[in-house]
């Protein structure tokens, strides 16, 4: 088991920057790859960037690239998603994800989620 806990949403203006964190701990979590989606009202759940705890095979979706950083700390066992020049569709609830098969994006690929958390970009 691998248990994820998101934190760091809120209310922004657009333009400004927020920082969401996924904790994670339980079994083997370092083997897995980790992702953020984000699921807005009436929408799919949206693939927004995914890492390896090695900090390596980072990619991101074309909506977010140039804005959005995805990171990882090995030590504090942690995954941020760093949200610069944030825009008002980027409201949605944002969550952490697992996945044993280390290229997955699509949402059917992960294997554990958090709870999620929300953040809402004002215009």
């Known amino acids: 088991q691998v248990q994820l806990v998101e934190s760091g949403g809120g209310l922004v203006q657009a333009g400004g920057s927020l920082r969401l964190s996924c904790a994670a701990s339980?079994?083997?979590?370092?083997?897995?790859?980790m992702g953020w989606f984000r699921q807005a009202p009436g929408k799919e759940r949206e693939f927004v960037a995914r890492?390896?705890?090695?900090?390596?095979?980072?990619i991101n979706a074309d909506s977010v690239k140039g804005r959005f950083t995805i990171i990882s700390d090995n030590a504090k066992n942690t995954v941020d998603l760093q949200m610069n020049s944030l825009k008002p569709e980027d409201t949605a609830v944002y969550y952490c994800?697992?996945?044993?098969?280390?290229?997955?994006?699509?949402?059917?690929?992960?294997?554990?989620w958090g709870q999620g958390t929300q953040v809402t970009v004002s215009s």
């Open positions: 994800a697992a996945a044993s098969q280390r290229i997955a994006v699509a949402a059917g690929e992960y294997d554990y």
């Open positions: 339980g079994r083997t979590f370092s083997r897995y790859a």
């Open positions: 890492i390896w705890w090695s900090g390596t095979m980072i």
